[in-house]
């Protein structure tokens, strides 16, 4: 993973802070504008929806700078979610790339016209699937400074996951998710030690899921089976006593247990 300074490891820590305790859209779009700043982007959408096999019906979007034309060319009028670089991430859930200078077989010389058109030069995506593969955030980032670096892929793929916990706290926005997260999976609360120790795995895990890894990712990493990931971030969160992998990221490094390189 890239090296990052001691400006950028605190922007990250304070970005992490703001989803840890944001529960309103105005919280929200607060935070994307400390993203912007760290990220360096001049152009931003998101939105969440629910899944259904490999399309998406957005519930809630936020869009800072597209045009509406382009809008209309990623969410239709039925609002199923039709880009082409969030269907590509939803069927492979890892971060999407884009950028006019570097002609690629993945896009048309039509759709790359297109973008060129509407000023985007550039444009990185991310998203987040819930647990139970209910429903995803998606984030879309255009226009970055002097062009994407693996350093702008980095640093998405470690905010997303905290701004989708941050967007999915939303009370309007719970309340139309929460059939879908009452059938996720309860965790009990942990009667251990109020302060437990990971286990070195335990660890392992928890900085993949940091640097936005996700659980095939991680376990193909490790050599570890599906359900084994699941446990370990299951035992992870009890013994952290937190609400979700987010949380538990947050508080892992608050008290250190990973850090940010």
């Known amino acids: 993973m890239h090296k990052l300074d001691e400006s950028n490891k605190n922007k990250i820590l304070s970005i992490i802070?703001?989803?840890?305790?944001?529960?309103?859209?105005v919280e929200l779009e607060n935070i994307l504008h400390h993203t912007q700043s760290l990220m360096e982007y001049d152009m931003m959408a998101c939105g969440i929806g629910i899944r259904d096999d490999y399309s998406m019906k957005a519930i809630s979007s936020l869009n800072e700078g597209f045009s509406s034309e382009f809008m209309s060319t990623i969410i239709d009028h039925t609002d199923q979610v039709i880009s082409p670089l969030f269907l590509r991430w939803l069927a492979t859930q890892k971060p999407q790339i884009l950028d006019i200078q570097h002609q690629s077989h993945?896009?048309?010389t039509e759709q790359m016209a297109f973008y060129q058109k509407l000023n985007i030069?550039?444009?990185?995506?991310y998203?987040?699937?819930?647990?139970?593969?209910?429903?995803?955030?998606?984030?879309?980032?255009a226009n970055i400074a002097h062009g994407i670096k693996q350093h702008h892929i980095n640093l998405m793929t470690i905010l997303v996951p905290h701004l989708h916990s941050a967007y999915t706290k939303i009370p309007i926005i719970k309340k139309q998710l929460?059939?879908?997260?009452?059938?996720?999976l309860k965790i009990k609360p942990s009667n251990n030690n109020p302060n437990p120790t990971l286990s070195q795995r335990e660890t392992e895990v928890l900085?993949?899921?940091?640097i936005g890894k996700t659980n095939q990712e991680i376990s193909d990493t490790l050599c570890l089976s599906?359900?084994?990931?699941?446990?370990?971030?299951?035992?992870?969160?009890?013994?952290?006593?937190?609400?979700?992998?987010?949380?538990?990221?947050?508080?892992a490094l608050q008290?250190?247990?990973i850090k940010i390189e």
């Open 226 to 251: 599906s359900s084994t990931v699941k446990n370990h971030l299951q035992n992870i969160i009890q013994k952290l006593k937190a609400n979700n992998r987010q949380h538990a990221v947050a508080k």
């Open 121 to 125: 030069q550039n444009v990185m995506s």
């Open 17 to 25: 802070e703001l989803c840890l305790h944001a529960d309103s859209m």
């Open 127 to 141: 998203g987040v699937l819930d647990c139970g593969e209910h429903y995803a955030s998606y984030f879309g980032f």
């Open 255 to 257: 008290q250190g247990i």
């Open 207 to 210: 900085q993949w899921v940091f």
């Open 106 to 108: 993945e896009f048309t």
């Open 178 to 184: 929460s059939p879908f997260i009452s059938k996720q």
